[in-house]
């Protein structure tokens, strides 16, 4: 019983928290997340190219590097090999016509993500969009 009203304590303690963390912190939430295209890649707009082990690795690079907006990964001449990673700075929505078919690559594009909190009248209750 006590263990009960020791985890519902817990649950509402960090609930008040977030909430918290939501209206100091602007009200807003924006993220990256990454649209994948396979067999396409976009050309002309390569920042820099390297070897990666996986499209995890060119990812994170991507992520890492303030200029990416997307990335194309080559597998390479057979699975066990380690794969070609090139960082790009533009989107193929930014640059549609140098979005291209190329067999066996990858094209990873960042989308934007945005959800605003707007507060009710309420107190406590808040809505997202």
Known sequence: MAASWLIRLVFLTVNVLMAVVLVIS???????????QTDHVLVGHVMSTSTVADEFECH????????????????GADINTN??????????????DDFIKKKGSSYYGQVKVRSTV???STPGEFVYI
Do not use: G, Y
């Open 60 to 75: 994170q690079k991507c992520l890492r590097n303030n200029s990416c907006k997307s990335f194309n990964v080559d597998p």
């Open 26 to 36: 602007n009200s807003d939430f924006c993220a990256s997340v990454f649209e994948t």
């Open 118 to 120: 707007l507060r009710n």
């Open 83 to 96: 794969h070609v990673c090139e960082l790009n700075n533009e989107t193929r929505k930014m640059k549609p």
